[in-house]
């Protein structure tokens, strides 16, 4: 008797700590989101209904025709193929380049090699706001300000994703690499047809990042930037409040858009990038 | 093995070393242009008075730091980004790891619910700083009309548990968020807290999934708590991240600009009560172009960084545990 009703108590306390669980971190969730549904819900909103003085969720009528008007208001054409043109390119170009200088760390025996990796390395320390005027300076030496050049340029190598690349590469067993060269592959060769293949979860993580860090990038862009003809999405949009003012439904219907094409390819592809961040961790 | 004549082994080494350099001079022209040139012109742009708006530039020495040290505007700026540390990096911690605790557990909805806790990070924090700019309206944003519901709410519990005794014990003020200087730190470390959380509570995760499961069971047998097993095995053993987090957090929180800019529309918050650091390099350099004082604001900001993270890894030396 004594055995059944510590079972039961046993039971019920299970249940509780579960709801309990599950409660708060259902609430938790909602918490989060919650930024998100007052966005959206607010973005389609009438202007009369935007200054309630009572929370009211949802809309009488959804008015779909302010994202019309909010992308009409501003040239977000131009910011949005800025924004892609530039975050597309530099992940490129920076993907091929890291993956050469990581390919060199991970497998040649050279001359002050790990001078050079601890100098590499050393720039990760120094916060980029100490290279920013000097960069800034250069760029008008070089005529770039306000043009493609220095928004991609400085940004076609990082040292973090090189690293990243290195600690991926050195995880391939060392006689794959000895046996393809008994067998007459080039040294470039191998890192095209085996290496590259081989490492194409980190290359994502590493495209991933780079994309969504130019997508999202804002001081530079502000500085090097003079008119909307070069603008991207988020400098864009600094300019845009200062031209609707407290329309805020406008404003909502303009965030909406200009964070959905990194919503939409953060749920595509979940799982590389949660994979890609734990791995940055991991390895850090 | 085959033994090669020392000749040969050099001549090889050397082929491999040019070939090496090879690969490497894409990085070495853009590091070399962007990273390693600027970090040494900043040093030498710091002891002059250096402007974009004339052509001469003058040798003052150690002049620019003195006056930033002697500016109370500095003063400010230094104390506001500390006390945005100081609020934001615990917080997002703590927050990330009880998440990623309470997900670890055998449950269901586990991957919808990681999801909407790390969404926030991978936003724009432009766009998201622009729907708190409207969440924290004063007459018409959400959070002073779920606050004065919640006072509401609260006031008549009370009411009705006390019998009428204690009416309105929570008197809702409608703060003005945006506009009290009270408020402004505090309203930016809500919107990192609630941005970066996600990104911690995915590192913890992968974190805790390195720890064996047999040592929770193993502790269940001896009889330990889930409250016991939690500070002496998950908390030791998850160290390292700990580490690395809180390393990566007070770097990117010492940098804080981008937030203030969108939230306040431009200007360092009421009375300066949003300037940081990098906000008054930002301000110096791009909007009065006196460069040279900028570079070395800049580089007290690097000397302030470099001494917080030598001061983690002393401390970390006898905390951390790396397991074997």
Redesign the interface.
Known sequence: MLAEHQMWQYRLRKTLTRGLLYGVLIAGAALMMLPFIWMITSSIKAPDEMTLRTLQWLPKVPQWQNYKIAWEAAPFDIYFKNSFLIAITVMFIEVIFSSLAAYAFAKFRFFGKNVLFLLFLGTMMIPGEVMLIPNYITMVNFGWVDTYYALIVPWTISVFSIFLLRQFFLSIPHELFEAAVLDGCGKFEYLIKVMLPLSKPALVTVMLFKFIGSWNSFLWVLIMTNTPAMRTIPVGLTYFVSDVGSYYNYLMAASTFAMAPILILFLLLQKQFIQGIARTGLKG | MIRLPLEMKTKK??K??A???L??L??FV??G???????V??IY?SFFDWS?LREAQYFIGLENYERILNDSVFRTAITNTLRYVIGYVPISISLGLI?AV??N?K?RFR??????????W???????S???R??Y?Q??G?LN??LS?LANVVNTIVEFVTFGHFAEVWQFANPNWLMEPKWTIINIVIISV?QS???NM??F???LQ?IPHELYEAAQVDGASPWQSFWKITLPLISP?TF??SI?SI?GA??L??EI??LY??RPGPVNSGMTI?YY??RN??ERYR?GY??AA??I??AI??IF?LIQMRASKSRVHYGS
Not at chain 2, 33 to 39: E, K, N, R
Not at chain 2, 122 to 128: C, G, H, K, M
């Open positions: 080494y050397w491999e070393t070939e090496a350099y690969y490497l894409p990085a853009i590091l242009m962007f990273s390693f040139y600027p970090v012109k900043s742009m974009l998440v309470l997900l557990s449950i991957g919808p619910l990681r999801v909407a806790y790390f969404l926030p991978v936003t724009s924090s432009v766009a998201i622009m729907v708190w409207w969440i309206n007459h018409y959400l009309m779920m519901g609630w959380m996600g990104y995915i590192i995760l992968a974190g390195n991240t690395f987090i990566i770097i010492f940098k600009f981008t800019y969108v529309t431009g990098v390099v930002y350099a791009f460069m900028a570079s800049a580089y900001l690097f960084i470099f993270t």
